[in-house]
């Protein structure tokens, strides 16, 4: 099994900036791609970016230009850039790891709040 610990959410005013860490441990020798994703006030969970193990990177149109995923396999931690926030962008984040045993097989984290506010 993988574990996924999500943390550096916050409060923070539109225009502002914040920086999201996913800590993985357990079977990290599973853990293939990883992938953000996020669930805003009354609405689906949605994929925010992703990037493979040789560091390969998408992201959704909406935060092209604005956010950034990194990854730290040594350190086996996933991270998200977060610059010029939105209200728009206020949701809880989830840190999520696919598995190098097959589709069926996805690891999550419990999320990280992320509010947008003046």
């Known amino acids: 099994q993988v574990q996924l610990v999500e943390s550096g959410g916050g409060l923070v005013q539109p225009g502002g900036s914040l920086r999201l860490s996913c800590a993985a441990s357990?079977?990290?020798?599973?853990?293939?791609?990883m992938a953000w994703y996020r669930q805003g006030p009354g609405k689906g969970r949605e994929w925010v970016a992703s990037?493979?193990?040789?560091?390969?990177?998408n992201y959704t149109d909406s935060v092209k230009d604005r956010f950034t995923i990194s990854r730290d396999n040594a350190k086996n931690q996933l991270f998200l850039q977060m610059n010029n926030l939105d209200i728009e962008d206020e949701a809880v984040y989830y840190c999520?790891?696919?598995?190098?045993?097959?589709?069926?097989?996805?690891?999550w984290g419990q999320g990280t709040q992320v509010t947008v506010s003046s």
């Open positions: 999520n790891a696919g598995s190098r045993l097959g589709p069926q097989y996805v690891y």
């Open positions: 357990g079977s990290i020798y599973l853990i293939d791609a």
């Open positions: 990037i493979s193990r040789s560091g390969s990177r």
